[in-house]
Structure formats: C-alpha cells, structure tokens
C-alpha cells in the first residue's frame, strides 16, 4: 500500500496548522506555502476536504485563514488519511466478502485483514497533538532507528475474570496448593477487586 500524494501533503498542511494552534490567530495558507513548498492553490484543494470532515475550520476577513476545528489531542492521523482517500482497503475480498466465493476459507485474505488491522491501529493511534511534540518525535526516531516498535503508543489489552480474579487462585494451585471451592464470600471479593482502579482504558 501507498498514500497518495493528497493524503501525505493534506497531512503536511494539517501538522502545519496544528504546530501554530499555540499563536491564538489562524494560519494562512501562504505561511503553510512558503514551509511547505507547495502552492497555494494546491492548498486550498487539500484544505476543501479537511474542512468537510472537520479537521479544519476556515476563518473569513483580511486576516483570516485556518485554525484546527477540534483539540489537535482529538484529530487523528487516520481521520486526516480518510478524509483524503477514504477507508482504507487493501483487497476488495478484505472489504466485501460477498464479492469473492473463497473468502471464507481463504487463508490469503486473513493476511489483508490483519494488515488493515495493523495499519489503522498505527494511523489511529496517532495524533496531530503527537506530530508536533517534538518529545513524542524524538522518541519515535530514536525507536525506530533502533529497530524497535514505539513502546509509548497504545497498546489493545483484554481484560477478563480469569486475569482479575483468579490470579492468586493460579498461583496457589501452582505451588501445589488444592482448588479452593467457591462460596458467596468469594463473589463478595470479586465485586470489591472489580470496583477498584485500574487505570484508564482508551478506545
């Protein structure tokens, strides 16, 4: 898969309005030009999209211009790709099943599936808010020219009883403790164990 051309400079022109949000006025297309290298009018085709899905909200008047039109925290780089190209398809079995006899059984299509999987959790997970915190890219560089995976990005977690409460149950049992029998003191346990903090859950 590649972006397109629209979708990486729509990207560009989106970072560059988020990088000035701190400025307290709007961006005008001929700075993001000049930074960019890219013509104004080109701009201004890659702004009517962005606009259209909320990404950026145009200012009218002699000064006016571009400003981000949610917190940049809550604009992702998946929103900013979509608004460009649409979803994103790899096959057309991955997306529409019913259009390919095999497709449910066919061993080649899981592939394209997790690929989609694995490329919208990296556009997803990222934010304009991330682009443009020069701590967050300095990290990421660091990581990535050391061969490693970001180990800052969110990462999917699976929570269960199995893991909350009976994990002392398993210790036990391991070190070859009996099965411990279950009664409504237990239940009144678990309700206390789930009722506790563990964090916050991002979705």
């Given at each position: 898969?590649?972006?397109?051309?629209?979708?990486?400079?729509?990207?560009?022109?989106?970072?560059?309005?988020?990088?000035?949000?701190?400025?307290?006025?709007?961006?005008?297309?001929?700075?993001?030009?000049?930074?960019?290298?890219?013509?104004?009018?080109?701009?201004?085709?890659?702004?009517?999209?962005?606009?259209?899905?909320?990404?950026?909200?145009?200012?009218?008047?002699?000064?006016?211009?571009?400003?981000?039109?949610?917190?940049?925290?809550?604009?992702?780089?998946?929103?900013?790709?979509a608004a460009m190209i649409g979803p994103?398809?790899?096959?057309?079995?991955?997306?529409?099943?019913?259009?390919?006899?095999?497709?449910?059984?066919?061993?080649?299509?899981?592939?394209?599936?997790?690929?989609?999987?694995?490329?919208?959790?990296?556009?997803?997970?990222?934010?304009?808010?991330?682009?443009?915190?020069?701590?967050?890219?300095?990290?990421?560089?660091?990581?990535?020219?050391?061969?490693?995976?970001?180990?800052?990005?969110?990462?999917?977690?699976?929570?269960?009883?199995?893991?909350?409460?009976?994990?002392?149950?398993?210790?036990?049992?391991?070190?070859?403790?009996?099965?411990?029998?279950?009664?409504?003191?237990?239940?009144?346990?678990?309700?206390?164990?789930?009722?506790?903090?563990?964090?916050?859950?991002?979705?």
């Open positions: 898969m590649k972006l397109s051309s629209r979708a990486r400079h729509a990207l560009r022109l989106a970072v560059e309005v988020s990088r000035r949000r701190g400025e307290d006025r709007p961006v005008q297309l001929s700075e993001v030009a000049r930074t960019t290298n890219m013509s104004r009018k080109f701009l201004e085709q890659l702004a009517a999209p962005l606009r259209s899905h909320l990404i950026l909200r145009s200012i009218s008047g002699r000064k006016g211009g571009f400003v981000l039109a949610r917190p940049a925290e809550q604009i992702t780089i998946g929103q900013v790709v994103i398809v790899l096959t057309d079995c991955a997306d529409q099943p019913e259009g390919c006899m095999a497709a449910e059984f066919c061993e080649c299509r899981l592939i394209s599936l997790l690929l989609r999987q694995r490329i919208l959790a990296v556009l997803d997970g990222c934010t304009l808010a991330d682009l443009t915190d020069r701590n967050w890219v300095r990290a990421t560089r660091e990581e990535l020219e050391r061969g490693e995976p970001p180990a800052h990005g969110p990462v999917p977690v699976a929570i269960g009883y199995d893991r909350v409460i009976e994990d002392s149950s398993y210790a036990h049992e391991a070190a070859g403790g009996t099965k411990r029998k279950e009664d409504f003191g237990a239940v009144l346990r678990a309700t206390r164990v789930l009722a506790s903090r563990y964090g916050r859950l991002y979705v």
